[in-house]
C-alpha cells in the first residue's frame, strides 16, 4: 500500500480557512514534487497547486492569492493552506506526489484517497 494520505478537509464557512496535510505512507521517500487537485460535483478534476524539489511553486489562477503550498522534507510531508475560502472551493481535494518507492525501487506517482471540502454558510 504505497500511497498518499490526506487530512484536514471539514466544513468551514465562507472566508474561513483550512489546512490541508499530505503525508506519503512509510515505503515512499525522497518526494521529489508534490500538487493537489481538487474535483467539485459535476466538474473534471483540476490542478490547484504544485511545488517542485526546489520549492518553486505554480497556483491555478482561481486560487492564487488565498492558497499557499508548502512543504516540509524532513516530515516527507505537504500542505496546502486555503485562506478566505469560497462556495466555490468545496470540492474532494486529492495530493499528487513523486517520489521514490522502496517496493519498486524506483521513482513514480502517488496519489491520495482524497479529503473533502464543504464551504457553506
Known amino acids: 500500500q504505497e500511497h498518499m494520505v490526506e487530512s484536514g478537509g471539514g466544513l468551514v464557512q465562507p472566508g474561513g480557512s483550512l489546512t490541508l496535510s499530505c503525508a506519503p505512507s512509510a515505503s515512499i521517500i525522497g518526494i521529489l514534487h508534490m500538487s493537489w487537485y481538487r474535483q467539485g460535483l459535476g466538474k473534471q478534476r483540476e490542478l490547484v497547486a504544485e511545488?517542485?524539489?526546489?520549492?518553486?511553486?505554480n497556483y491555478a489562477d482561481s486560487v492564487k492569492g488565498r492558497f499557499t503550498i508548502s512543504r516540509d522534507n524532513g516530515k516527507n510531508t505537504g500542505y496546502l493552506q486555503m485562506n478566505n475560502l469560497k462556495v466555490e472551493d468545496t470540492a474532494v481535494y486529492y495530493c499528487?506526489?513523486?517520489?521514490?518507492?522502496?517496493?519498486?525501487?524506483?521513482?513514480?506517482?502517488?496519489w491520495g484517497q482524497g479529503t473533502q471540502v464543504t464551504v457553506s454558510s
Open positions: 511545488i517542485d524539489n526546489d520549492r518553486n511553486t
Open positions: 499528487r506526489a513523486e517520489g521514490w518507492s522502496m517496493r519498486d525501487r524506483g521513482t513514480r506517482a502517488f
